[in-house]
């Protein structure tokens, strides 16, 4: 693997991202301004002020070689709709920060061909002035027919990034664990409500009832119906739900 990441960050690839391409919303922070591209299911792209930030990139929602080369990359967890070291191969410049769980270095031994760093639940990092911290993301109710939870807990991080006067929440594969309901200030939230990987509706609900993001974005939700998430969410006069297309 080696030698095919150094050839491709010697190839000094271009890329002609096109925005128009996807759904993207804006938000002014004290860093700039956040646009958000809604690239698909859990893959996103954030672009502060001149920073690229991709979270999970995997080929099979976009063509990398047309996208953005990455400042920061931050990835969640190990599966493969989350983790793809070919995407992740076509947006490395030499300077960029990679930010991953132990899990993911060790399946494909990050550390022989660019320099990651790995964060664990609870662990901070920053990057410039934008702070990045690591946040539990896990099951407690659904599992696999062995009874191992479809996302263990310690394997997997959310992310929170924190620009000083604005904080978004990209949570990865998770419930509404503890973790995420005690969390606050939380200006965006990303809520994954894919079954029966991570939430119901009735946990996502659960959840941003009780750390009452000013916007929810639901992701990663597959074949869920997202009317039943606005339908309940009616109530909720203090978080705005946003339906993008993943």
């Known amino acids: 693997m080696k ?23 804006s938000f002014k922070t004290s860093l700039g301004e956040l646009t958000m591209s809604f690239i698909g299911h859990g893959t996103l792209m954030f672009q502060l002020d001149e920073m690229v930030i991709h ?8 063509d990398y070689s047309e996208m953005l080369a990455a400042d920061l990359i931050l990835i969640t967890h190990q599966h493969g ?10 947006i490395l ?27 664990r639940n609870g662990d901070k990092s ?3 002035k934008l702070k990045i911290e690591a946040i539990p993301a896990y099951n407690i109710e659904h599992k696999r027919s062995s009874g191992v939870a479809y996302h263990p807990e310690g394997e997997g991080n959310g992310y929170i990034l924190d620009s000083g006067d604005f904080r978004v929440l990209v949570a990865g594969d998770t419930e509404n664990i503890p973790e995420i309901k005690s969390l606050k200030d939380i200006d965006v939230a ?13 946990m996502v609900i659960d959840a941003v009832k009780a750390f009452k993001p000013k916007v929810l974005y639901p992701y990663h939700f597959g074949r869920t119906d997202t009317n039943e998430l606005i339908e309940k969410m009616k ?12």
């Open 81 to 90: 709709d989350h983790l793809d070291a070919g995407a992740i191969s076509k």
């Open 126 to 128: 920053s990057f410039g």
């Open 190 to 202: 990303f809520l994954p409500m894919n079954l029966p990987y991570t939430m119901t509706p009735e």
């Open 235 to 246: 109530d909720c006069k203090e978080v705005e739900v946003r339906i993008r297309d993943f």
């Open 93 to 119: 410049k030499e300077e960029t920060k990679l930010i991953m769980t132990q899990t993911c270095f060790d399946m494909f031994e990050m550390e022989k061909v660019l320099d990651a760093e790995i964060l």
């Open 55 to 62: 979270i999970d990139p995997v080929s099979r929602e976009a």
């Open 3 to 25: 030698s095919f990441f150094s050839f491709l960050l010697l190839m000094g690839m271009t890329h002609s991202f096109s925005q128009e391409k996807f759904q993207h919303d």
